[in-house]
């Protein structure tokens, strides 16, 4: 395979100015500056520059993947992670690399105007240089998306399952949205760590948010109200509405002696009363 020739290398070595010049204009150009400030597009640049010097003089596209590509894939792993976290997509991402084909072609065109035959192998080589690092970057900026969804996926399911103190020995967990494996884990971690933090004696599940109730959604309510039995509390599911009572007759669903009510404020009474707690109104 054709390597890069030590003109081309030291074109490279020479042109870093210019070659930033024309880059910053096409990448202005195209709109993959977004979200991004001008000094820190001007850093990545000249880092970059000095890495692909670096790769040019070691023997181009091949030296990517050996120990001596180390630094600048680990360059382009932050920079993939860092576009990410600002909302680029992965088009404008792996643009970064492969808008500088056209000034760099520019260069080789001039420098190389006499000996066509040359050229034509310089383009190709730096051409695939280019390529294996755009590449690169793409497929560790779609790793670096999968992270970021994971995590808010995460984050939206701990938002989603607010345990709420509603006296004093009584919790309440309102349900809003479709139970499943994951989520029904994340109920359960918090309603029995808050259970331990607050010493509370009764946990109420509302599931008036639920839009159905299956054989697989009762399961997972069934395991959080053993986890919570195993903890020494005790648990009341509110939100049983007709349709849902009518589904789980329909399913032949057991609930195992669960204590069911109708709505949160008659599952908050019942608890009061199970801790010998009277609410009165106010004589005026």
Known sequence: ????????????????????????????????????????????????????NAIANDGGSQTVGSA?????????????????????????TAYFIFSLKGPLFALLQTEYSDDASLLAEQLWELSQL????????????????????????????????????????????????????????????SLLQRIVDTGSEIAIIDITGVPTVDTLVAQHLLKTVTAIRLMGADCIISGVRPQIAQTIVHLGLDLQGVVTKANLADALALALRRLGVTVAKASV
Do not use: C
């Not at 490279?12 to 991004?36: I, P, Y």
């Not at 630094?71 to 860092?82: A, C, G, I, N, Y």
């Not at 690092?133 to 790793?143: A, C, D, V, W």
């Open 130 to 189: 280019l390529d294996t690092l755009g590449m690169h970057t793409i497929r560790t900026y779609q790793k670096s998306r999968e992270a970021v969804i994971k995590r808010q996926q995460e984050e939206l399911l701990e938002l989603s399952t607010p345990v709420v103190k509603l006296w004093d020995g009584v919790l309440a967990l309102p349900m809003i949205g479709t139970l499943d494996s994951q989520r029904t884990q994340v109920v359960m971690e």
């Open 68 to 92: 001596q590509g180390d630094e600048v894939r680990q360059f382009l792993e932050k920079l993939s992670q860092q576009r990410a976290l600002v909302g680029q997509d992965a088009q404008q």
């Open 1 to 52: 395979m054709a390597a890069l020739h030590q003109r081309t290398v030291n074109l490279l070595k020479k042109s870093d100015v210019e070659l930033a010049v024309r880059w910053m204009a096409d990448l202005e150009a195209s709109g993959s500056t977004r979200n991004l400030k001008v000094d820190d597009i001007k850093q990545q640049m000249a880092e970059f520059l000095r890495l692909l």
